[in-house]
């Protein structure tokens, strides 16, 4: 069973060409930092016409090996973390499944304790 990390955004307002401009550099970032080029990353999708408001939306299937989840989740929420402080106005919803993730206006998206090291450490141990 897999689980998968969603988010979206939404506005009233397009993106701007700078904005736009930003989305597509934080991406290209994201995908030539990205830690493991056999595992999915972020996935951004074309934005939906029926849903008009709708700015942004994407998704990524985290990995099975417990020694990458936090390495994966670190960094796609990190990205998403840009694309919203890149989007200002905008309603965000970002969750794994069912389960929200939490906003921060320093940390931005994160989960309590995923960047602790030594929790890392012994995920990786497993």
Same mark, same amino acid.
């Given at each position: 069973m897999s689980v998968s990390l969603y988010c979206c955004a939404s506005r009233s307002q397009p993106p701007t060409e700078a904005?736009?401009?930003?989305?597509?550099?934080?991406?290209?970032?994201h995908v030539a930092a990205f830690p493991y080029q056999d595992q999915e990353s972020l996935y951004l999708y074309d934005v939906d016409d029926s849903r008009p408001d709708e700015i942004i939306a994407g998704s990524t299937k985290l990995p099975l090996d417990p020694g990458r989840v936090? *390495?994966?989740?670190?960094?796609?929420?990190?990205?998403?973390?840009?694309? $919203?402080? +890149?989007?200002?106005? &905008? =309603?965000?919803?970002?969750?794994?499944?069912?389960?929200?993730? *939490?906003?921060?206006?320093?940390?931005?998206?994160?989960?309590?304790?995923? $960047?602790? +090291?030594?929790?890392? &450490? =012994?995920?990786?141990?497993?």
């Open positions: 904005e736009a401009a930003a989305v597509e550099r934080i991406v290209a970032a936090l *390495p994966v989740l670190d960094h796609v929420l990190g990205s998403v973390t840009e694309l $919203r402080r +890149a989007l200002p106005g &905008a =309603e965000w919803r970002v969750h794994m499944d069912d389960l929200d993730v *939490p906003w921060d206006e320093t940390d931005g998206y994160a989960f309590p304790g995923m $960047r602790d +090291a030594d929790l890392a &450490a =012994e995920l990786g141990g497993l």
